[in-house]
């Protein structure tokens, strides 16, 4: 089975189809729809928008006729942070069709489907271009100064080379005793791999080696050098080009936090409502899934959010400052936090911390933790992007996993098995998780084939698939992830046992594995139309996915595949004459059309001419309501 997608009316969030990726409330943005020829004679477009949830339609005009589509253009006025539309394109034969972020439909639509235009304050402009390097920091790197460090109490020591406890009431406490020095003597690495952004899993002091379950909000922990070493590793990633984000728990502390220590079975202490308690005496206490350790945040105390998220004072600004200048936040369990019962703050929590990097550093980006059906909670209002294994992670894993695989814990599949996918499954999972995120939203969501809370990838990955799998990520929209260690081939059976100490020792005998990720990271940060360009998807097989990301400057043609395959697409599907970039996909033109060939497992992409348009009219000049 697989499915040869005909040109069709197509629409995306991208600058070939918005004028202002950015615009302030009230402002007057332009939208395209672009129309294949072989769709069939269109008498008229329409958008239609639900300002304050009342529709309204707008006129679109032709504006252009490129390679056997014709492009039309309307006018929309934002008058809602979030403004929803679509288009309806009346047809010859007297019928309508409607498209919306899930596709063509000719049925009325769900409003909840609608494309989006968000007018909240946009992600940072480098944050589209990133390429993320996710770091445990207890199992990167020793430096010579943490030989001389005494392990504390808690800790079980551990030697570099030593298996990794995966399972047991050791697994937390195993202590690798890795650095932030030590992260900064392997920069020249990261910038090998053509990385531009380091992900830290939290540094401040704790009782675990993960640090989920902070002590303190207010110092780096000194098993990593403190705070001067926290300074020392951002100027240095600075220095390279890099840029480095923290992690915050805004759900929880741990339960030797300084706030819980003088509040628990302490009534009327200041700390006292800054966490759910369940009796009188505060010694029984909410925590994060029961888990003892980590006692629950109670967000509606206004003192806790002047501490942690409010203000120039608080913490969440504080590490954005100079001198340790971070350059934003991933927060932990995003979509647990500010939730109880009936209680819903979340949206309060979010804006108010995202107001406060506004303040602190406006050029620092905020992602959320939210593993699965995340697009409720990330209307571009504050998160920018979502750390989730919905619509890239499951659906690649299920496609290029060996099937029959049990299934791993950790990136929330069902119960039993891993499971098999088709090409044509990916496509619809993708579609179906996508769809629902505004455009810039989805740029920043993580394609993240494994982090720290999964197993690795290559664990239960089909042979060959690794280039499979990392080409998508870094052709997908949306900010690709190394988990550290990914380069070297490691393996992990489930979260903790892929929290693995990196091993230098083995560099060269892993080079050919670094090698590929330094050339598709490269092939990513080297192509505008893979940061920032529009999607098409052009076929979905069993074996093999192809589409286009396609720019003003240039567009690449992306073609992943599992199996042996040979797809021919349709004469429209795109212009140009494709020129390799990566890998060995057969490309030949016969009067049917491209025919794209090759042998399975394998990736590739091609360059191919940009899209030429007219500028953008003006606002204002053109604009119908019926």
Known sequence: MSSHFAPTPHHDGSPLYVSTPAPALGDTVRVRVRVPEAFGPVLAVHTRSNPDREPRYAVATPVANVDGWEWWEAELQV????????????????????????????IETLDSEDFRIVAYPAAPDWAANAVMYQIFPDRFARSAAADARQPPEWAVPAGWSDEVVNVGPDTPRQFYGGDLAGIAEHLDHLVRLGVNLIYLTPVFPAQSNHRYDAQSFARVDPLLGGDEALAALVAAAHERGLRVIGDLTSNHSGDAHEWFRASHRTPGAPESEFYYWLDEAQERYVSWLGVPSLPKFNWNSDELRRRFIDGEGSVVAKWLKPPYSLDGWRIDVSNMTGRYLDEDLNEVVRRTARRTMLEAN??????????????????????????????????????????????????????GTIPSYSGEEVYAAHVRFTAAFPWRVRLHNMNALDTHDTPRFLTHARPGTVPVAFGLAVTLPGIPVVFAGDEFGLTGSDGEHSRTPIPWDSVDAAESTIDLYSRLIHLRTGHPALNSGGIRWLHAGTEVLVFVREAAEESVLVVAARGDFSVTLDPHAFAGNPVTLFGEVGAVLSPQGWTLSGSGPSFGAFALPGIALPHFADPGAVLALE
């Open 79 to 106: 008058e809602n942070p979030v403004h929803g539309y679509r288009f309806l394109l009346s047809l010859a034969d007297g019928s309508n069709v409607w498209l919306n972020a899930t596709g063509l439909h000719r």
């Open 362 to 415: 406006p050029d620092t980006i905020l992602l959320g933790e939210s593993t699965n059906d995340a697009a409720s909670d990330f209307p571009g209002d504050a998160w920018h992007g979502a750390m989730t294994y919905a619509n890239f992670t499951r659906p690649v894993w299920g496609w290029l996993s060996e099937p029959g695989r049990p299934a791993p814990g950790g990136i929330g599949m069902a119960l």
